[in-house]
Nanobody
């Protein structure tokens, strides 16, 4: 699965950014997409994920400020980030969990997009 992420960039504290991630897949079924992030010196952490069909999962610390949505027909997910804080500064990685016709499950990752929140 190839993942193409867009959006991100810089914002001021309290601002808004939107990320998009589109998956290109052939012969597999995408079952979950979402975002992780990694700040300098920290471990990668889950931001939000969306299962095909619409159910979602969020990091407890981000729930209420970030919203994930998606379009299953387009294999695309969106992450709306509101009330941004400097601690949201990180590289955001899109991922897609998919399965093959033999029901083997794999995860592919996008290249990462930088989000910087500062005044």
């Amino acid at each position: 699965v190839q993942l193409q992420a867009s959006g991100g960039g810089s914002a001021q504290p309290g601002g808004f950014l939107r990320l998009s991630c589109a998956a290109s897949a052939s012969g597999v079924e995408i079952i979950r997409m979402g975002w992780y992030r990694q700040a300098p010196g920290k471990e990668r952490e889950l931001v939000a994920a969306r299962n095909t069909g619409g159910s979602t999962e969020y990091s407890d610390s981000l729930k209420g400020r970030f919203t994930i949505s998606g379009d299953d027909a387009k294999s695309t997910v969106y992450l709306e980030m509101n009330s941004l804080r400097p601690e949201d500064t990180a590289v955001y990685y899109c991922f897609a969990r998919f399965k093959t016709f033999r029901d083997f499950h794999y995860t592919d990752w996008g290249q990462g997009t930088q989000v910087t929140v500062s005044s």
